[in-house]
């Protein structure tokens, strides 16, 4: 007969020990004892009042919590959670036994004083915990678990781990197994939550995928993999929580309608795709009416950080957001503070825009980086000299994720050839670059440098009308010398403004739109796991804490003094070359403009009002008027 266990949760307070004990308790049908309901009065009193306990008044709790155990034990199993700090607390609580399993729920300091301080009506004040961390001696033996991770995953890995037993139905449910959506099952089952998977059935195009799937991985031998609706909805734990990883538009419209009808009130659909944010937000209130409710979560970091940790984006209603972000929060990329890179935005569709505009930025790195890869090539520079180049601007502040990429892909070769220079110069997208630029537009915000990097790739798809005009307009490029101090400093420059764009954009419709975005936050969840992290975003942080328009830091008004005369050497140099430069030369002339306290528009201004009568304001006058020009 297999012997009786006793599972002990150990930790700081606020590691979550009671709740994952008591939902283990019903996983397991177990019973539960909590070490917090055994103090004596003079403990509790003691703790109330701010004072930590000593080895003496935990000595006779221990005894008797060993006690409780040990009769426990003689009927089955049992649980128990205690704070366990200390060696020789855990081996008082061994004694006599070695039936005792202790489970280390294990956190940072940061995220235990967050769940500290919103717990209610308890009497540890969250001010112990400091002695608590200090008195801590973590276990060498023990089962130890970040908490991190959400209860039921957590649940979960103790009943397979130490109780041999699974629970019948999978936490959440995802849909979509493209490169995506595998990489983002094996991520979630890495971090022990139980998912059933689904991938439509579609002869001879899409056989079997998911079943073949989770065979494919010995890591997915708990997944249950479907093609059927029925049976996958049935398979998961309810509420049920359903991630969608499916191309966004008609395919997504597509499951969402047939999930309508098959979910239940409560139950949650966070749609992890590309959706354009106006239609997350009517799907949202179309899903509300049946009290389905629908996230939006913007994800970024490619298929690497599907698999090893994303930056996420959700938005939806409070509520519904709490239910899925231990399961969002598990499968983020973590920031340098150890904190998830996935946070709330807001209501409605604002993930999803905030992704969009994510990718507003990409378009224009990518874009600034492939100028800068131009004029270095336009130097006489192999692609492998020019990788060196940027790999050396790395120790000036400048690494990130598209420096890297740039410098790996322009340091492959397939033989003696760089690959690089097989590649059709034809680029193409996907649409949010569209809605990026369709957005500001529509919104009057001139972050041109998006707009321009859409325009740059459009350009370049007209490849036949470019090679036709260059053969009217011959268009001879000498080798030209470049300082590649200059160039730096340009790319820096550039960077710079692209970030204030993007920042701006962000915060003028959270203006206009009441949506409160804590731009500090975003630029936090962008440091890690996503396409523009950088080492620029992580100086960002502290700055959107104090203001959104970071051309008014001073520490980035010094760099940008210190870059834009070289942005604009460099620019002069490419105008005379005739080489194409869309975001290096906008960002000098868009830094011009907005710094320039007195421009041109009165003319504009006088020019409407001669030929249209659209009025014009005096200096100094309140009301418009219209001028009788000519007459
Ligand atoms: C990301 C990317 C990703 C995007 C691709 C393709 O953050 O992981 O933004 O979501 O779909 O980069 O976008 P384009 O085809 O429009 O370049």
Known sequence: MPKNIAIVLMGVAGVGKTTIGLALSKAGGIPFFDGDDYHSSSNRDKMAAGIALSDEDRTAWLLELQGVMETALLKGNCILACSALKKAHRAILEKNSNAIHFVYLEGSKNLIEQRLANRIGHYFPASLLASQLETLEPPENAFTVSITQSPSAIVEMIMKTLLNKKTSKAAIGLMGLGVMGKALTQNFVRNGISVSVYNRELKGVEELVAKNFVQSLPLLKDTQGFCDYTSFIDSLQSPKKIFLMIEAGAATEKVLSELAVLLNKGDIIVDLGNTFYKETETRIHHFAKKGIHLIGAGISGGELGALNGASIMPSGTKEAYELVAPYLNSIAAKDKNNQACSTYIGEGGTGHFVKMVHNGIEYAEMQLLAEIYGLARAAGKNPTEIADMLSSWKQDKLDSFLLNTTIDILNTKEGNDWLIDKIHDASESKGTGTWATNALTNAAIPASLIANALYARQISSYKNLRVQLEKNYPNKKEVITINEASLKNAYHFTKMIIHFQGFWLLDEFSKNHHWSLDLSEIARIWT????????????????????????????????????????????????????????????????????TAHSTANLIQAQRDFFGAHTFLRIGATAKEHYAWGS
């Not at 070289?566 to 002339?589: F, G, H, P």
């Open 528 to 595: 890690r796991g996503c396409i523009i992290q950088s080492d620029f975003m992580e100086t960002l942080v502290p700055i959107l804490k104090i203001t959104p328009t970071i051309l008014l830091d001073t520490s980035i008004a010094d760099q940008i003094k210190t870059s834009a005369p070289a942005a604009t050497e460099i620019v002069i140099q490419a105008l005379e070359n005739k080489i194409a430069t869309a975001i290096l030369s906008d960002a000098i002339q868009f830094f011009n403009a907005i710094s």
